[in-house]
């Protein structure tokens, strides 16, 4: 089969089975194929990715327009058996970014498996905040620690040291911590570091918040930064999810009690425990449900007197982001 009766076939059978982006997906897909197929040239037996190779030979790879330019080539026997495999795993609704192991975060690409949750371009705005925090630092005299919780796919404090480094601020942090209750998420997170060089740069611990949030995480005087988008999705509203999210990705990563707010309330309350010194400034970046942002307001207001916070929309202008600086 050529290219053009390939992508025809496939677009028809994604239109059937109402799968969004269909000609997207399919070009994306057979690409990806046509790829792998570069560089393991005459070894192409595995459908399944690893991490590394998934990093290697950007160089090499062929771009969407090659496709339209050569129609007519013929797929080999492999890359046939390959593209169909993805094809139907696609069918049954599994995110493209599974299928590719890979997915774009603030420019930077991350390895993501069914173990760790899909970047999504909101979380991207947590780390704009972060730049802007430590780009508006009017006196250079101490240094922050980054604290990510709930890191994933390492994705936000990964791209926060990226960018530092690009405009030579990552002499500003004295520490990075990854914490996630999620041992494979850990291990994902760790990956990510490698092929970004950050390896060295980072602490990561595989703990549940309300143990690793304590005053020895806290022992450093520099200023700190915590970034959490913990998982906020109401128990009833995780079982009405779309089968694309609720099938494949982590439950742990999405669900969080019967109003979504266990874990942002944990974190809150095991900060609240930790006495801050004196002339420190602790900023907390949160993800939520803009339903959320009041309760999660409120619960600031309880739990420290010298705080003020910012709302972040969203693209779709609705609240999603809180930036909050506690002063001590
Ligand atoms: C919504 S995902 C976010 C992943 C990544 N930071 C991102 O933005 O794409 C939430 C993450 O929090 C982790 N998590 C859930 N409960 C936790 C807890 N109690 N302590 C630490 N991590 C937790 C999950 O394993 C998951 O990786």
Not at 31 to 50: A, F, M, Q
Not at 182 to 194: D, G, L, M, Q, Y
Not at 203 to 230: R, V
Request: proline residues 2%; glycine residues 4%.
């Amino acid at each position: 089969m050529n290219i053009k009766k390939a992508l025809q076939g496939s677009i028809k059978q994604f239109e059937s089975h109402n799968i969004p982006s269909a000609n997207l997906d399919a070009e994306v897909l057979l690409l990806e194929v046509l790829n792998i197929s570069r560089l393991y040239t005459n070894n192409i037996s595995e459908d399944k990715h690893d991490i590394l190779s998934t990093f290697q030979n950007d160089n090499f790879k062929l771009e969407r327009s090659w496709i339209y330019a050569h129609n007519d080539y013929e797929l080999t026997g492999k890359e046939n058996i390959i593209f169909n495999n993805y094809i139907t795993r696609r069918l049954k609704q599994e995110p493209v970014a599974y299928i590719l192991n890979r997915k774009e975060f603030f420019g930077y690409e991350f390895f993501v498996n069914e173990n760790v949750l899909i970047p999504r371009p909101e979380t991207e705005l947590i780390v704009k905040e972060v730049l802007e925090i430590i780009k508006n630092k009017k006196y250079f005299i101490k240094q922050y620690n980054l604290i990510d919780i709930g890191t994933g796919s390492g994705c936000i404090l990964i791209s926060i040291l990226n960018e530092l480094q690009k405009n030579n601020y990552l002499k500003l942090i004295n520490q990075s911590i990854a914490i996630d209750i999620s041992k494979t998420a850990i291990e994902i997170a760790k990956a990510n570091a490698k092929k970004y060089n950050f390896e060295n740069n980072i602490k990561f611990i595989n703990g549940d918040l309300t143990k690793e949030i304590n005053q020895k995480l806290f022992s450093d005087s520099n200023d700190y930064i915590i970034t959490a988008n913990l998982p906020y999705i109401s128990n009833d509203d995780y079982e009405q999810l779309e089968n694309n999210v609720k099938d494949f990705e982590p439950k742990l990563a999405l669900a969080s009690g019967i109003d979504g707010l266990d874990d942002i309330s944990a974190l809150l309350c095991s900060l609240s425990k930790v006495m801050f010194k004196n002339n420190q400034n602790i900023y907390i970046l949160l993800e939520a449900d803009p339903n959320q942002i009041d309760y999660i307001i409120k619960e600031f207001d309880i739990y420290f007197k010298k705080k003020e916070s910012t709302i972040i929309e969203d693209f779709s202008e609705k609240n999603r982001i809180i930036v909050t600086k506690i002063g001590f």
